[in-house]
T-cell receptor, first 110, second 117 residues
Framework: QSALTQPPSASGSPGQSVTISCTGT?????????VSWYQHHPGKAPKAMLY???KRPSGVPDRFSGSKSGNTASLTVSGLQAEDEADYYC??????????FGGGTKLTVL | EVQLVESGGGLVQPGGSLRLSCAAS????????MQWVRQAPGKGLVWVSR????????SYADSVKGRFTISRDNAKNTLYLQMNSLRVEDMAVYFC??????????WGQGTTATVSS
């Protein structure tokens, strides 16, 4: 049950695009299309931004998109806005009813 | 309104116990898998435990296996986490979350467990 690997930080200017990676193994990210992404503003409840790799829950802007290649999933935020500044976490089903999260990426909007 | 509200956090000495509760409202609780996720101070989210809609399937992170017990009462729309033999490293904000399509689509605000002598 090792954590998925995310970069500790990412940044971009308003209007730009930024991509956050999430690397796991054949036993989690690479083995299932059950990768999800969460936005977390400290002190608040985390919010699901993507599920099943690239699906957006109702209400999530289409500026948020996801993809997966092999053992690495990615979250792309296009047209960065100030309110996008937050911590982002990936998560994956890891088989045998287990789950795993990434270490989190702090996104800064410059 | 779909809502999850955690309670039961507090200060406990190492080796002590806490029982967290998560009250669900606004949806049919008995139809959903539920999970507990925690966040230690200054750290990231970490998966803790998962329980099937009818309570028949349960799983735990290795770090809490044998010490924590997840359960649910569908008649009371409530999820529980019994935490025994608490360690300093268990100190965290504990979130309950609803699972849908292998993602956590509804989260509570969290309850804080402080483990300190």
């Amino acid at each position: 049950q090792s954590a998925l690997t995310q970069p500790p930080s990412a940044s971009g200017s308003p209007g730009q695009s930024v991509t956050i990676s999430c690397t796991g193994t054949n036993s989690d990210v690479g083995g299932y299309n059950f990768v999800s992404w969460y936005q977390h503003h400290p002190g608040k409840a985390p919010k699901a931004m993507l599920y099943e790799v690239d699906k957006r829950p109702s209400g999530v802007p289409d500026r948020f998109s996801g993809s997966k290649s092999g053992n690495t999933a990615s979250l792309t935020v296009s047209g960065l806005q100030a309110e996008d500044e937050a911590d982002y976490y990936c998560s994956s089903y890891a088989g045998s009813n287990n789950w795993v999260f990434g270490g989190g990426t702090k996104l800064t909007v410059l | 309104e779909v809502q999850l509200v955690e309670s039961g956090g507090g200060l406990v000495q190492p080796g002590g116990s806490l029982r967290l509760s998560c009250a669900a409202s606004g949806f049919t609780f008995s139809r959903y898998w539920m999970q507990w996720v925690r966040q230690a101070p200054g750290k990231g989210l970490v998966w803790v435990s998962r329980i099937k809609s009818d309570g028949s399937t349960i799983s735990y992170a290795d770090s809490v296996k044998g010490r924590f017990t997840i359960s649910r009462d569908n008649a009371k729309n409530t999820l529980y986490l019994q935490m025994n033999s608490l360690r300093v490293e268990d100190m965290a904000v504990y979130f309950c979350a609803r699972e849908s399509y292998y993602a956590l689509d509804v989260w509570g605000q969290g309850t804080t467990a402080t483990v300190s002598s």
